[in-house]
């Protein structure tokens, strides 16, 4: 099976809050990583958080992490309009010498007025 | 930040012709470099791990003689598809690897979409 899991689809109205869910397999992950694709775009870093770590807070967005049950969230508090985009979560492994990432399917945001 | 380029964004050519896809990082050296594919709806397909220097690994399913890899200098990645298909027809995106422990590593290009008429 996939190494990162996540619904495919989200909707939330504008002021919302987003939350996204990701669960992976890997308990010895070190990092655990967001990113968001707009349409036709690369991958910008959201936030990310290392695997000692229970919550991240940066503005917006909170990440959580459960590593009992392997599970990590993104909230997204105020959504906007312009949140709506492809979220991806993403593991490194622990031992990962170069750095390779694990990404999820991605779960598409989209957000209404 | 550290910013990775991609050239050309997009890119439309006939069956059977190569198409090279350049991945630079313009204010950093990256010993590494990713290549990925991302098909409609779906995730980063990782397609192989590039090292300055060295030949590149590729991932399983990958075809390394239909998908080149190039890694001549610390800030230059490039993929040529040979003899493209439709079916080679996908958005690539490239990321680039900053050296040492930080813990951002990859930085991603903006991709490049590529049709195969």
């Known amino acids: ?113 | 930040g550290a910013v990775v380029s991609q050239h050309p964004s997009w890119v439309i050519c006939k069956s059977g012709t190569s198409v090279k896809i350049e991945c630079r990082s313009l204010d950093f050296q990256a010993t590494t470099m990713f290549w990925y594919r991302q098909f409609p709806k779906q995730s980063l397909m990782l397609m192989a791990t590039s090292n300055e220097g060295s030949k590149a690994t590729y991932e399983q399913g990958v075809e390394k003689d239909k998908f080149l890899i190039n890694h001549a200098s610390l800030t230059l990645s490039t993929l040529t598809v040979t003899s493209a298909h439709p079916e080679d027809s996908s958005f690539y995106i490239c990321s680039a690897r900053v050296g040492g422990t930080s813990v951002v590593e990859q930085f991603f290009g903006p991709g490049t979409r590529l049709t195969v008429l």
């Open chain 1, 1 to 113: 099976g996939e190494d990162v899991e996540q619904s495919l689809f989200l909707s939330v109205r504008e002021g919302d809050s987003s939350v996204i869910n990701c669960t992976y397999t890997d308990s010895s992950s070190t990092y655990l990583y967001w990113y968001k694709q707009e349409p036709g775009a690369g991958l910008q870093l959201l936030t990310y958080i290392f695997s000692n770590m229970d919550m991240k807070q940066d503005q917006r967005l909170t990440v959580l992490l459960n590593k009992k049950d392997k599970h990590l969230s993104l909230r997204i508090a105020d959504t906007q309009t312009g949140d709506s985009a492809i979220y991806f979560c993403a593991e490194r492994k622990r031992g990962s010498t170069l750095g390779r990432l694990y990404f999820g399917r991605g779960t598409q945001l989209t957000v209404w007025p």
